[in-house]
């Protein structure tokens, strides 16, 4: 696949996935709307299946819309990923990533002009810990990512046909499975940071929120922060790319 086609089908499935991400977090945070206070179930749900939307999309370059499940698959080595495709991936991935929190806030264009707290609406867009430890927050993002990259490598449903695209889900099946575990790591895991497990996620979003999106009296990017789910999921990555070479030398 050709690197114009890579960066628009992962922009256009990561657009797709942050959207509906943001949005369900929207739904439940900004008032005037249907689904406001409805819980953080309610949020866990809205972005399993808001990855599984995006990665139905995204199925021809094959679906990464997270550099840190690029970087997994790059270091694995044998699911057909390139390390020359890997910047066309990343690009494709925060350019989606910018554009999905601009349309979140577009739908929700009213809902943000009528907000009594603007202050606190990063949180719509981003993470942020709930108790504040550089270094725990880090082992946060690297844990749940660890688990989202395993599963990827490791789990029949995840194995990808390497001949074909460079996929984690060489069907609907494999985009359903990794849905339900971002349900149980956002269920269980979630709870301290936030779980981006995905640099894109996170940073694209905020970048949004810094420079692009006119919310009146906002807070600011909360940039001291910004770094932990961009390294911590990339290193739960590469982790779990290391285990998977392991077990494969072992077997």
């Not at 890997?86 to 601009?102: D, E, T």
Request: aromatic share 10%.
């Amino acid at each position: 696949m050709s690197a114009g086609a890579i960066i628009v089908w992962e922009l256009l499935g990561t657009a797709t996935l942050i959207l509906l991400g943001n949005g369900v977090v929207a739904n439940h945070v900004l008032r005037k709307n249907n689904g406001h206070n409805a819980g953080f179930l309610f949020i866990n749900l809205g972005w399993a299946f808001a990855v599984f939307t995006g990665a139905s999309i995204a199925a021809p370059s094959g679906a990464h819309l997270n550099p840190a499940v690029t970087l997994g698959l790059a270091i694995a080595g044998d699911k057909g990923v390139s390390w020359a495709d890997v910047p066309f991936y990343f690009i494709g991935q925060m350019a989606g990533a910018i554009l999905g929190a601009v349309l979140c806030w577009a739908t929700y264009k009213l809902q943000f002009d009528d907000h009594p707290e603007p202050e606190n609406t990063l949180g719509i867009f981003s993470t942020g810990p709930q108790i504040q430890n550089t270094a725990w927050n880090l082992v946060t993002e690297i844990i749940g990512t660890f688990v989202l990259v395993a599963w990827i490598l490791l789990s029949p449903i995840a194995t990808a046909d390497k001949e074909q695209v460079p996929q984690f889900g060489n069907s609907a099946l494999g985009y359903a499975g990794v849905s339900f575990v971002v349900l149980v790591i956002g269920a269980s895991l979630g709870g301290p940071t936030g779980y981006a497990i995905n640099p894109a996620r996170d940073l694209g979003p905020r970048i949004a929120y810094a420079f692009l999106l006119p919310i009146r009296n906002k807070a600011n990017a909360n940039w001291g922060y910004s770094w932990i789910p961009v390294v911590g999921p990339l290193v739960g990555g590469a982790i779990a790319a290391l285990v998977y070479l392991l077990v494969h030398n072992l077997t």
